[in-house]
């Protein structure tokens, strides 16, 4: 029997924009761009997208922007709120040097930044009590490296339509850090480098344009 196949498929580790989304329990590679989320106030998510992230001065892995890969563990926040202020944030996380913190009392579960590390991870399930849950989170340090892509949850139409205006109209600011049309490929959907093009070439097979940084290509079925 013989099998014809022209196309590719690969696995993207999260390094390259505009980031992947791995289970939970996957661990964060270095370097890598992944999509998190983020809860919070009406009235705090108008700010963070007006104004940035800034530091948390306190929580159980020290300061940073606290985040998570799990949508369910960002929708319990703000703890103690009522469900119709939650914001959920959909964010892109570029998270550096990881280290993983899964047991109480871990030595650097405070101190993890000040030994080169960027972000503190804590897996699901890993028994420390302070996350009774059992949901993974995370703990970033610099707030420059979260950046708001989208709303994910909000208490209603009206105010999920507010805030993704809000972002729109930030996101197109010079200087902040939006991804603009020019600066990204119209064939794989990733950021370019400082607006560089992409190689792009025909497929030998369909002849379709294809850039060489494309994920996953297919050949259309043959009439």
Known sequence: MS?????????????SFPGVELQP?????NRGVYTMYHGTSVASARIIITNGFKQSSKGMLGRGVYVSRD????SHYPLNSNITDRVVFKLHVRVGRVKRIDKDNHPM??????????????????????VRSGLEEDCVFDPKRVKVVGIAKAPN???????QQLLSKTSSRPGSGGDAAADVCSLCKRKTQKGAPHIKQ????????ICVLMSKHFCPAKP
Request: aromatic share 12%; hydrophobic share 30%.
């Open 202 to 209: 025909k497929c030998w097979e369909c002849g379709q344009n």
């Open 71 to 74: 949508i369910k563990k960002a």
């Open 157 to 163: 139409t009206t105010i999920q339509k507010e805030l």
């Open 25 to 29: 329990s996957q661990k964060p590679q």
């Open 3 to 15: 099998v014809q196949f022209s196309g590719w498929e690969v696995v993207d580790d999260g390094a």
């Open 109 to 130: 579960q405070f101190t993890w930044n000040t030994h080169g590390y960027d972000t503190a991870w804590v897996p699901p399930k890993c028994g420390l009590k302070a």
